[in-house]
């Protein structure tokens, strides 16, 4: 199906930056224990569609690169971050990354390229909705222009190039993080009722 004439135009810069800000405010969990791991795994199993983000702690120098540090995730329940530099989450991320649950996101080939090295999967039902939108004439296609072109939210940038390899994330990251994982989710869902899938 084509785009909707009213998204035709794209947004601009100054458009995105009059819409209101939004951030999750939904519940977000710290995938640290067991227990955790268990029910993250449960609800990623109930879920048809997640969103699906990475952060890496940015580097700053000519060469220098450094891992993925995060994995977001974002069921209709809730967002669950995984700190990548404790391997007791791979499993669950692999099985998911694996799973026919719809994994919605920007820049994904990337994100799944940088995190297998850190543990073997096979990606199923991966969409990226950067592609999605380019596909359809969009040229900006990040996910703050999608948000707030298809949501008519703002999603504010400033936490980005944090480190997000630090064993403490701050409540600013979380929140940055976990926005980010839901604002895929709720993109895709929106793509979905258009039928631009």
């Known amino acids: 199906m084509a785009l909707p004439v009213e998204f035709l135009g794209g947004i601009s810069r100054e458009a ?9 405010e939904g519940e977000v ?6 227990a955790d791991l268990e029910k993250a795994a449960a609800d990623f199993a109930g879920e048809r569609v997640v969103g699906f983000d990475t952060e890496t702690r940015p580097a700053f120098r000519v060469g220098q690169h450094y891992p993925p ?3 977001q995730v974002a069921t209709g329940r809730a967002v669950y971050l995984f700190q990548l530099a404790q391997p007791e989450g791979s499993a669950v991320l692999a099985a998911l990354l694996g799973s026919p649950t719809v994994k919605a996101g920007v ?26 939108a380019r596909r359809h004439g ?7 222009a999608l948000a707030a072109l298809f949501l008519g939210i703002r999603i504010p940038k400033g936490i980005k190039t944090s480190n997000w390899a630090a064993r403490r994330l701050s409540a600013a990251q979380i929140a ?7 604002a895929c989710r709720e993109i895709y869902l929106k793509f979905e009722a258009l039928r631009l899938l």
Not at 16 to 24: A, G, H, S
Not at 29 to 34: A, C, S
Not at 138 to 144: A, I, N, P, Q, T
């Open 176 to 182: 940055y993080a976990a926005t980010d994982a839901w």
């Open 29 to 34: 969990r710290l995938v640290e224990t067991p």
């Open 16 to 24: 995105i930056n009059e819409l209101p800000i939004r951030r999750y």
């Open 69 to 71: 540090a995060l994995a």
């Open 138 to 144: 969009l040229e900006r296609s990040g996910v703050r």
């Open 107 to 132: 820049g994904l080939a990337e994100d799944l390229r940088q995190l297998q090295p850190l543990f073997p999967f096979t990606p199923a039902a991966i969409v990226d909705l950067g592609s999605v």
